[in-house]
């Protein structure tokens, strides 16, 4: 029997030693599977043990217990939807103070019908407010007449029945560029505006109700002729002078042209021969602006609600012609307004365009607004001529022209080519003054050493026909 069990136990021996290198070698295999996710050729995966029946069920109520996880809650921050800067302009329903300006001028009235270049239009009588400063010498010879830009009235300077500065404060007075101790200096509101002179917010003396846009289309021509109309009143038969600037330079230029053997000289400061594309977009987005306000009415608004907000609007896009960026980035550069950004102003500049719309937009009316920058587009000197030089060839006074190099509105190269267009046209006394000013179009309004030197001194220059000068040797020698 011992020989028998040793027997039996080296057989098992050996059984285990060759069973147990395959063993190793599966549970390798079975390792790796499940590391890598596969198992090599022939390979069987172990059977996984079960959780027996009792497990079974806790496991299922313990589950059961536990709250589902839920998924992560989507954030939104949006905008508050009130916007004080709106609610602001839509709140105040302005009244018009331009109609409050109804003293401290003149009117020349014409009873006698004015006609219009265009369209046949009429008007049934004449009205032209105007203001005048100094004394008329007895040759009725030392009359400079202002020319006033777009929206400006006829009060230049202050004086006894207006004691308010004036637009043009200190460029005209005793000893300033428009000397009054010499020159009997007037001013006037041109046709188609707010402050006196016949225009849209007028009464029509047939009706006795505003013209509204019943009024005739109006022009730079027309302008003119109202003004020499004036003059014939005022018993002045021509002119020491025709100044003017912006709008006013074209109505110096064509006084000019119109009324050669009535005026002496000419200054036209950031005008030009004809309206360029670019400056008569920007008007008509004025234009749109106000006519787009439903309460503009087709113009026929005096008895019903005023259309500010068109106004302002036009008046915010017109701010951004006047100034230059040269002045804006030194003036505002980026400064932020203090506050929460929101859609409504976050840089001053935003600041200052708001409020120069809010400041102007009751003190003119819209429809004057509408008719006069239309005459400012309508411009050309060279109209019903072959050319800008013809019709430049009426001007045969001395003239001086004044340009900006920062002008966005009327830029320099208008005004460099009026002066070149009028040497073509034969004037021999041309006289040209270009400004390196940081303010723009609205330079004519603030510097008074460039501007007003200028004026000044081709005022009170005796000029030759052929543009040579000489100083005037005593006060009386130039009137």
């Known amino acids: 029997h011992s020989s028998m069990f040793r027997k039996a136990f080296e057989r098992g021996v050996s059984a285990v030693a060759r069973t147990t ?34 497990e079974q069920t806790a496991r299922a109520q313990h589950s059961a217990a536990l709250p589902e996880p839920q998924p992560e809650p989507k954030l939104f921050r949006g905008h508050e939807t009130t916007f004080p800067c709106h609610m602001k302009k839509s709140l105040q329903g302005p009244d018009p103070t331009y109609q409050n300006v109804v003293s401290g001028y003149k009117v020349f009235q014409s009873p006698e019908p ?43 300077r202050s004086h006894e029945d207006n004691p308010t ?3 043009w404060e200190k460029f005209i007075g005793p000893g300033c560029a428009i000397d009054t101790n010499h020159f009997f200096v007037i001013c006037a509101n041109n046709i188609g505006g707010c402050y006196g002179s016949s225009g849209p917010s007028s009464k029509n003396p047939l009706t006795d109700q505003p013209y509204g846009t019943t009024f005739p289309i109006v022009t730079v021509g027309d ?31 064509l006084a000019g042209a119109l009324y050669p053997d009535r005026v002496s000289r000419v200054i036209s400061i950031s005008g030009c021969a004809q309206s360029h594309p670019a400056s008569i977009a920007m008007r008509y987005l004025q234009r749109r602006c106000i006519m787009q306000d439903p309460n503009w009415n087709n113009g026929h608004y005096y008895d019903g609600k005023y259309p500010g907000h068109g106004m302002k609007i036009a008046r915010e896009i017109a701010t951004t012609t006047y100034r230059s960026g040269p002045e804006w980035e030194i003036r505002f550069g ?28 009751t003190k003119y009316d819209p ?7 239309k005459a400012m587009d309508l411009f050309d000197i060279g109209n019903g001529y072959s050319s800008m030089v ?61 501007v007003g030197t200028g004026i000044k001194g081709f005022l009170e220059t005796v000029l030759k026909e052929n543009g040579n000068g000489k100083k005037k040797r005593d006060k009386h020698h130039f009137l």
């Open 390 to 450: 013809e019709g430049l060839q009426r001007v045969r006074c001395p003239i001086m022209v004044i340009g900006v190099q920062s002008d966005i509105l009327f830029p320099v190269w208008q005004q460099r080519e009026l002066a070149k267009l009028l040497h073509q046209a034969g004037n021999e006394a041309v006289t040209y003054f270009e400004l390196n000013s940081i303010y723009g179009h609205d330079t004519f309004l603030l510097d008074l050493n460039g």
């Open 21 to 54: 290198p395959r063993r190793h070698e599966q549970r390798r295999r079975h390792h790796d599977s499940a590391v890598s996710g596969g198992g090599g050729p022939g390979y069987r995966s172990q059977p996984t043990a079960r959780p027996l029946v009792g």
């Open 334 to 361: 980026r400064k932020k307004i203090d506050g929460k950004v929101s859609l409504c102003p976050t840089f001053e500049i935003e600041s200052y365009i708001d409020y120069q719309g809010a400041q102007f937009m």
């Open 114 to 156: 004015f006609h219009c270049e265009l369209n046949g239009g009429v008007l049934p009588e004449l009205d032209v407010a105007y203001e005048t400063w100094g004394q008329l010498n007895e040759s009725r010879s030392n009359a400079v007449f202002i020319h006033t830009g777009l929206s400006a009235n006829s009060h230049a």
């Open 223 to 253: 302008m003119v002729n109202s003004q020499f109309l004036l003059l014939d009143h005022l018993g002045i038969n021509k002119l020491h002078a025709s100044v003017g600037s912006s709008l006013g330079g074209m109505i110096s230029l």
């Open 367 to 373: 429809n004057s607004l509408l008719y006069i920058s």
């Open 165 to 167: 500065p004036g637009w």
